[in-house]
């Protein structure tokens, strides 16, 4: 019994000695490994990393043996970090519900009003709109093709796709093109939830990233991939406000999604990706469009959802010839270019996900009364003859309440439904302002507070022939130039060269600013016109209407500038109010620089050379004074230069109206300056009228001058004008004849001293000379010549009481020939030409006869003769003289 216990025993201990024995021989080939490496710890770590050793160590016993603990621990790791991850988003799976995911997902009609309640626009399509529908409502091969190009492994994973993740990873690291890594799973987790999230990249995406991924699969154990899909189709965007694949089909081919074939359904399967782009409106990414389209119908062969003959046929199907006009979708709007224009507004602000699921109600700034007569106005001009004899075809308008920056009004092409170029908005359109910019650059001049440089309307920028360098030699509209005229008049004449004057004065980049942040912000900003430099001063840049009548709101703000606001509030289904009308403001210029040009603008008198009439009559008529600037930018054809586009910008202290008027594509027309005030103008009427019914304007409203402002020889300048430093008083000498300068040809008769106002030129630096009463100091005596002929007197005779004179005439025509007796004047006699004119004289002795003609150039010559009373002085010889007061015939 004794020695099979023996044997076990041997057996243990054998087995402890053999262990015993291994562990002693791996201590010893460690030491001895440890003593074949160097002393140095810097050398051993070198030695150590050799990868011949390195890959030694990997592929032993004992390596092998770390790197599975190593593996075990990272698994355990990722396991609970896993967990902990779950655990903490956990609380985002309360609202993963079917019911209310599916509430989540509903038909979405947004309401737009305007500010006074009356209805713009439904948002929602047609009659027929319908944004969630059942699977069995939704085509089979609309399911395939966005399966196909969204998730082609959609029916085998769980939600998320390692593969995909993968391959996105690898992807956006070694290319430029950026590939998303979701699934359908995921990608409606985001939609519904994190809509206002996506925009969200790198770090900060990392959470929402986690929470689509944990909450993808708990979506799949709670959806089957049928009800996934449907949800997907349902919620997903497919261009503009059109989310639901429902929509879309009835939007672009007014058909419901059952019914959509395999060409329309790989159309629309495309559009998700990239709403904005692919939106079939979007006429600029309709290339991409078909691209995308064809990349379906090749995703839909490789998953053998189709045959390279199906894919063929519908690739040759002219699909966006079968898109239905955008302007169906429009069929009952109001103001259809200001609507569209605010949804793009909102789209800026709020997202494309949040303006496409709709469901809102949004309360706009404009007033549909006003845009009634903006409309009317814009109507009756293209019914009347101009535009033909004007050369124009389009047009565009908009009105702004001064006081608060609001768009009241707004028209971007003649008629929404105008075949061709109807629909687009020429009212955010860049185009070329002309002269309509220039009160923006006089009122930058009058802000200046530089010592000398100060202004005010009655300075004088010389309009005269000026090289401004770079060959830039410009001409005013009419070819001429008026010298030195006043400020006042240069802006109320349009005239170019003190303008550019002006802002070369002011400087080109501190105007720039000035008209930008008064509302053209865009001005000079774009491409080449950047370069533009003193040409921006007379509209040689383009600008928005709408920004432009915002800008000239700023003047009748005296000079505070207010952002155009097109939104007073908007609201989501849940009545929460997403965007609200705050009142912001700035100043901006100088309050007295705007009310110079204010009253400048306001003077009908000071414009009245330039049109030869009123070109405000129905404002006038209505007791409405208005400020008023119209503009012009031309087009050069064959070296000869052509109007291009009209503008009229109209104000008073509570309107501000735009109006435009030319091609849509950049041609020449015949129009005058003054052809958009025949829309302002009316407008403007109708218009302050309505205000004033509704107690917002006042009957004869006017800018009220602000404090320190200067009345000068009736000119207004502002407080910080120094006269004694811009002028100061002296005489110039002037021909009567002629009224300019007079020169050493000048006969002294006609020469008269003039006081006149001195300054200087701020641009060449040359004296300018301001005088009254019409006389020129810019030219010099034209009228005489050296040598003039002088008027003479040939003869002076007596007849008893008769006294005859005979006269020559010189160069200028004789005007009178006064007469004398013994030096005391006895009349004048009015004469004609050379010839003999008598008189009647009693003589009661003898006497001196003096004579002198006179001529209407200031010229005269004298003679005198003796009369003797004795002799009585008849001379038989003499010709008896001619009748008194006749000339001898």
Not at 62 to 75: D, E, N, P, Y
Not at 365 to 385: A, G
Not at 553 to 582: C, D, F, I, M
Not at 853 to 882: A, H, I, T
């Amino acid at each position: 019994m004794k020695k099979p216990t023996r044997r076990r025993m041997n057996t243990y201990a054998n087995l402890v000695q053999r262990r015993k024995t291994r562990k002693d021989a791996a201590a010893r080939s460690r030491a001895h490994y440890l003593a074949s490496l160097p002393k140095n710890p810097v050398k051993r770590t070198i030695y150590r990393m050799h990868p011949k050793r390195v890959f030694g160590f990997l592929f032993s016993k004992r390596g092998a043996v770390a790197m599975l603990k190593v593996a075990g621990l990272a698994t355990l790791l990722v396991v609970l970090g896993a967990g902990a991850l779950f655990a903490y988003y956990r609380q985002s799976l309360d609202d993963i519900r079917p019911g209310q995911l599916a509430s989540r997902v509903q038909t979405t009609v947004s309401r737009y009003y305007d500010k006074n309640g009356k209805l713009l626009w439904e948002d929602k399509g047609n009659s027929n709109y319908k944004l969630v529908v059942e699977s069995d409502e939704i085509a089979d091969v609309m399911k395939k093709a966005t399966v196909a190009i969204e998730d082609k492994e959609f029916y085998q994973h769980g939600g998320i796709s390692i593969s995909g993740l993968v391959r996105a990873t690898l992807n956006n690291a070694s290319s430029e093109s950026v590939q998303g890594g979701s699934t359908l799973t995921q990608q409606l987790i985001k939609q519904v939830y994190f809509a206002d999230e996506a925009g969200k990249r790198g770090f900060d995406g990392i959470p929402r990233k986690i929470k689509e991924i944990i909450l993808s699969l708990e979506v799949e154990r709670m959806y089957n991939k049928d009800q996934i899909l449907n949800l997907y189709l349902n919620e997903s965007p497919y261009g503009g406000r059109r989310n639901g694949v429902e929509s879309a089909a009835r939007t672009y081919f007014g058909i419901s999604a059952k019914k959509l074939n395999l060409a329309q359904a790989s159309l629309l399967a495309g559009i998700p990706n990239q709403p904005g782009l692919y939106d079939p409106y979007n006429k600029a990414g309709n290339g991409a469009l078909i691209i995308r389209q064809h990349k379906v119908l090749d995703s839909m062969v490789d998953k053998k959802y189709i045959t390279q003959k199906e894919a063929d046929a519908a690739k040759k199907v002219p699909i966006l010839k079968n898109i239905k006009p955008v302007a169906d979708q429009y069929q009952d709007i109001r103001a259809p270019h200001f609507v569209q224009m605010v949804r793009s507004e909102l789209e800026a602000k709020l997202g494309k996900a949040v303006v496409g699921r709709g469901g809102l109600t949004i309360k706009t700034t404009l007033d549909l009364n006003m845009q009634n007569i903006l409309e009317k106005e814009m109507k009756s001009m293209f019914k009347s003859y101009v535009p033909a004899a004007g050369g124009f075809t389009n047009g565009a308008g908009s009105i702004e309440d001064v006081r608060t920056g609001q768009v009241l009004a707004l028209m971007g092409s003649r008629d929404f439904r105008y075949p061709g170029f109807g629909e687009d908005n020429s009212a955010i359109a860049s185009i070329q302002p002309g002269s309509s910019i220039k009160p923006l650059v006089y009122a930058q001049l009058f802000s200046d507070h530089s010592p000398g440089l100060n202004f005010g309307s009655g300075s004088i920028l010389s309009d005269t022939p000026t090289d401004f360098g770079g060959g830039y030699k410009p001409q005013n509209a009419d070819g001429g130039f008026r010298g030195n005229i006043s400020v006042r008049r240069s802006l109320a004449l349009s005239r170019n060269i003190p303008a550019i004057k002006a802002m070369q004065v002011s400087g080109v980049d501190p105007t720039l600013k000035t008209i930008r942040s008064l509302g053209n912000k865009y001005y000079c900003t774009i491409g080449q016109e950047k370069q533009a430099g003193l040409s921006s001063s007379i509209g040689g840049c383009g600008t928005r209407l709408i920004d432009h009548t915002n800008a000239i709101a700023s003047l009748a703000r005296l000079g505070v500038y207010k952002p155009h606001t097109t939104v007073l509030e908007v609201k989501n289904n849940a009545g929460e109010t997403l965007q609200k009308y705050k009142d912001e403001k700035k100043q901006i210029i100088n309050p007295q620089a705007a009310y110079i040009v204010n009253d400048i603008l306001g003077d009908g008198g000071a414009r009245l050379p330039l049109y030869g009439r009123s070109i405000t009559p129905y404002s006038d008529a209505a007791g409405i004074k208005t400020a008023v600037k119209t503009g012009t930018s031309n087009i050069e054809i064959n070296g000869r230069v052509y109007p291009k586009d009209i503008w009229t910008m109209t104000y008073t202290p509570s309107l501000s109206i735009g109006v435009w008027l030319g091609n849509p594509t950049p041609t020449a027309t015949n129009s005058l300056s003054s052809y958009a005030s025949l829309i302002a103008d009316p407008v403007m009427a109708q218009a302050t009228k309505y205000y004033q019914k509704k107690g917002i304007a006042k009957a004869g409203e006017w800018f009220r001058a602000p404090g320190g402002i200067q009345r000068i020889g009736g000119e207004i300048y502002p407080s910080y004008y120094n006269k004694k430093d811009s002028m100061s008083n002296t005489k110039l000498s002037f021909d009567r004849v002629s009224k300019k300068r007079a020169t050493k040809c000048t006969p002294e008769a006609a020469k008269i001293e003039v006081g006149v106002i001195k300054t200087k030129d701020p641009i060449s630096k040359k004296d300018i000379f301001i005088a009254p009463n019409g006389y020129n100091t810019n030219e010099e005596d034209d009228v005489h010549k050296c040598n003039d002929v002088e008027p003479t007197v040939s003869g002076i005779s007596a007849d008893g009481n008769r006294i005859v004179i005979r006269v020559s005439q010189g160069t200028f025509p004789l005007e009178s020939i006064s007469l004398s007796v013994d030096g005391k004047p006895i009349g004048d006699l009015s004469v004609s030409g050379s010839g003999a004119y008598s008189t009647m004289y009693t003589f009661t002795k003898s006497a001196t006869i003096s004579a002198t003609v006179k001529d209407k150039g200031y010229y005269s010559g004298s003679n005198s003769w003796k009369y003797n009373l004795k002799n009585d002085d008849r001379d038989d010889s003499r010709e008896p003289g001619p009748p008194p007061n006749r000339p001898d015939q």
